[in-house]
């Protein structure tokens, strides 16, 4: 079937160029007016008359084609100019067409037969269309970007429906130490989408029906012809290679793994004898500590074996997915380090005198020593003088007006230490009160820490440095000559300049606080690393430096920070019956075990546990804190108490004016309370 | 070797150097340029022909600036290569000189 449109200055005129293009007479064509056209005012806003002619005779096709064609060419009709407009219908190009005279009930309608869409507008009613998704509506060949369409008159529209194909996707991937090989898999899929019909109505939806087939066209020869150039040769998984060409659905398959290197052992020192010192801190049953019993100090014999040490044990190396071998880890020996009283014989550590045992390991150095011991049985006072003493100190009486005991074992103080300073790297005990007094256990420590710390930031900048100067020696516009001649030292001054401009700084503060702990550093590693930084990064004399001095200093930094941060075992700590108006400093655990602590500073880099009462002061507990009762009624003093934001504070009983700080939060206790367990949650601090 | 030429204009003095920028430019810098620059309200270094930098040359240009600066000259670094820029970039020059040095 062909139909044209025809326009006119009326219906009849209409009707008659239509009749001359079709070579048709009216008894051929079917005749439908679209538009009856209007006059309009004084020739002004007048529209043509439209009308569609349908021509139903087969034979007479080409013939009307040709013509229109010839018509379209050549005629001008109309003093408007309009053209003739004449659209020609193919099979699958659908407009409306001869069946919108089957009914009067089709005005204003759309509708979808036979996957072509049908529209017919009325005086009152434009039909309107939804286009779904993958649909797509061309009007007059010229594809609709919107979503909804008018049918609006005499055009001709055509559906599309858009199929969506995606192809298999697929990955391997080999890990950085390629010990295992990953293929990634999304199966390919079609969306073929259809439209069924509508019935007519004013607003149809052109939604289309999806049909989705998963096609997964990955083979076999694929995956292997990827891993052979990847020279992957062993450890395949054939069953994971074959699920993964099955696979309808998105996912990874492990389809090689290599065997991981057996890791082996560091070497390490097995102590034969006891050489912690036992605490009984319970108390007996009526809930005293009876001191007598509190500690049992090991000892050893002439000749007695101390220690074995034991060589490392190497790994097993592994093999990766390409079948290169892939070493383990390498194992290190201890570094023995023997002290007084201490000999090695082959892989033995013997006492070659008697006395306490001491061993102190830091990560694979191990300290064995045998501590002297100096017991002072009357006070220690002005009469006597200060005691410094490389072992165990014991004191049976008093220590006090501005007395100083140092020792580097353990200290035990059987009476009250009162306006006294005790210091040692080992553990404190005070059997009876302190009172004004400074006591520091595993100082030592602390201060490496700290200047671990600072060799750390000092260590990351020197690191970032060293990067920016092989950069500027790879550019092609930076000129090396003058390093060879004079090192490195110009630009150094350039990178200080700004760059690593806070450089300058963490020497300057790393150097003042080697300068104020000289004599308490055992090695002078520490302060040889301070001389250089001063000499290369701070002196304006002339000093030749180059990339490998530098490399040696990184290095030799890295090695300081990296012991630093070794846990020393065992760790100091203090213990005390109670303590007043002093300071307390351990980097271990610190104990008050009798009536309790009244304004005092308490700084325990473990844990801090108080039997008794607190009262006042500043209290921290690097690993927590745990107090039976804290504060008191009526009391103006306030006490503080800290942990960082990953431990836990206890108080069975806590009154008011009490202020606890976990992290960075702060909580003030307005009323007393009991059962406290403070902890952080959400950067709040909450009870259990 | 780094050479000159000059160009005098009412008191603009605009310096064109030709060669590296390296050790073997002090004596240039510090007897002779700096004199002549000391004449002039403005200054303008032309970098166009300088292929390289070294450290030491990096430190006389700071060293040149920092002195016109202080003599309230104002100073200008213009035409500076791609690859000389990077390198001046990586040691920040144009932070310590101040952005607007270089055009």
């Known amino acids: ?41 004084l020739g002004i806003g007048g529209k043509p008359a439209t009308v569609r002619l349908t021509k139903e005779q087969e034979h007479a096709q080409k013939d009307a084609f040709d013509q229109i064609e010839k018509a379209l060419l050549e005629q001008t009709v109309d003093e408007n100019t309009e053209k003739v407009a004449a659209f020609i219908k193919d099979q699958t190009a659908e407009v409306v067409t001869s069946q919108w005279t089957e009914g009067s009930q089709l005005e204003g309608k759309a509708w979808v037969k036979n996957g072509k869409l049908y529209g017919r507008p009325s005086a009152t009613q434009f039909p309107i269309i939804t286009i779904g998704k993958g649909v797509q509506v061309y009007k007059n060949d010229i594809l609709i970007d919107k979503e909804t369409l008018l049918i609006t008159g005499s055009h001709e529209y055509t559906i599309r429906t858009i199929n969506e194909e995606q192809s298999t996707r697929w990955s391997i991937e080999v890990d950085d130490q390629r010990l295992r090989v990953l293929l990634a898999i999304t199966p390919g899929y079609r969306i073929e989408r259809s439209i069924h019909d509508i019935e007519p109505s004013e607003h149809i939806e052109l939604v289309a029906a999806e049909h989705r087939v998963v096609d997964n066209t990955l083979t076999y020869a694929d995956v292997m012809d990827r891993l052979d150039n990847l020279r992957i040769k062993q450890g395949f998984h054939q069953d994971a290679i074959l699920q993964a060409l099955d696979t309808l659905e998105e996912h990874t398959f492990e389809i090689a793994t290599g065997q991981k290197p057996k890791p082996g052992k560091d070497g390490w020192f097995e102590v034969l004898v006891d050489v912690d010192i036992k605490y009984n801190y319970d108390g007996n049953e009526k809930g005293r500590i009876d001191f007598k019993e509190l500690k049992t100090i090991p000892s050893v014999d002439r000749g007695q074996i101390i220690g074995l040490v034991h060589p490392p044990v190497p790994g097993q190396p592994g093999t990766t997915v390409t079948n290169e071998p892939l070493p383990a880890k390498q194992t290190y020996p201890i570094v023995l380090n023997l002290g007084d009283g201490v000999e090695g014989v082959d892989n033995k550590v013997v006492a070659i005198k008697s006395g306490r045992p001491h061993v102190e390991k830091r990560g694979q150095l191990v300290r064995v020593s045998l501590l002297p011991k100096l017991l002072h049985r009357g006070n220690v006072d002005l009469s006597t003088g200060n005691i410094h003493f490389s072992g165990d100190v014991e004191v049976l009486g008093e220590i006090q007006n501005g007395m100083k005991v140092e020792a580097d074992g353990d200290i035990l103080a059987h009476s009250t230490i009162f306006s006294a300073h005790l210091v040692t790297s080992g553990a404190i005990i005070a059997k009876k009160n302190v009172v004004g007094s400074e006591l520091s256990a595993g100082k030592n420590n602390m201060l490496i820490v700290e200047l671990g710390h600072q060799l750390h930031l000092i260590h990351q900048q020197l690191d970032k440095m060293l990067v920016v100067i092989k950069q500027l020696m790879a550019s092609n516009a930076f000129k090396s000559s003058d390093l060879q001649a004079n090192g490195l030292q110009p630009l150094i001054r350039l990178l200080m300049e700004r760059k690593f401009k806070s450089f300058s700084g963490l020497i300057k503060k790393y150097s003042d606080v080697i300068h104020g702990a000289d004599k308490f550093l055992e090695s002078d590693e520490w302060k040889e690393v301070a001389v250089t930084l001063n000499r290369f990064f701070l002196s304006l004399a002339p000093n030749r430096i180059s990339l490998a001095t530098l490399d040696e200093l990184l290095l030799k930094i890295n090695q300081l920070y990296e012991w630093s941060i070794t846990p020393v075992e065992p760790n100091a700590h203090i213990t005390v019956l109670s303590v007043q108006n002093s300071r307390l400093y351990s980097s271990g655990d610190i104990y008050v075990i009798g009536s309790g602590s009244v304004n005092t ?58 202020v606890i700080k976990i992290g960075h939060v702060k909580y003030r206790f307005d009323t007393p309370r009991h059962a406290v367990h403070a902890y952080l949650k959400d950067d709040d601090i909450a009870f259990v | ?81 791609e690859e000389v820029f990077e390198v001046f970039e990586l040691l920040q020059l144009p932070e310590i000189l101040g952005k607007d040095v270089f055009v």
Not at chain 1, 605 to 634: F, P, T, W
Not at chain 2, 1 to 11: C, F, H, N, Q, R
Not at chain 2, 39 to 58: A, C, I, R
Request: net charge negative; charged share 30%.
């Open chain 1, 1 to 41: 079937m062909k139909s044209i449109v025809s326009k006119g200055r009326n219906v009849k005129e209409a009707i008659q160029l239509g009749l001359d293009l079709l070579k048709a007479t009216v008894d051929d064509v079917h005749v439908e007016i679209i538009d009856q056209g209007s006059k309009g005012f």
């Open chain 1, 601 to 658: 500073k308490i700084h325990a880099g473990g844990l801090l546990k108080i039997n008794g009462i607190a009262r006042g002061g500043d209290l921290y507990g690097k690993s927590g804190v745990e107090i039976h009762e804290v504060g008191a009624e009526n009391s103006h003093a306030t006490t503080f108490i800290s942990v960082p934001a990953d431990q836990r504070i206890r108080i069975d009983k806590v009154m008011e004016g009490t």
């Open chain 2, 1 to 81: 070797m780094l050479s000159y030429t000059t160009l005098e204009e009412d008191k603009l003095l605009r310096v064109d150097f030709k060669g590296d920028l390296d050790i073997e430019a002090t004596e240039l810098f510090q007897q002779e340029l700096l004199k002549k620059m000391e004449e002039f309200q403005s200054v303008n270094l032309n970098l166009k022909e300088v292929p390289f930098v070294d450290s030491s040359g990096m430190g006389l240009l700071i060293e040149l600036v920092r002195t016109l600066n202080e003599q309230e000259i104002s100073v200008k670094i213009s035409n500076v290569t």
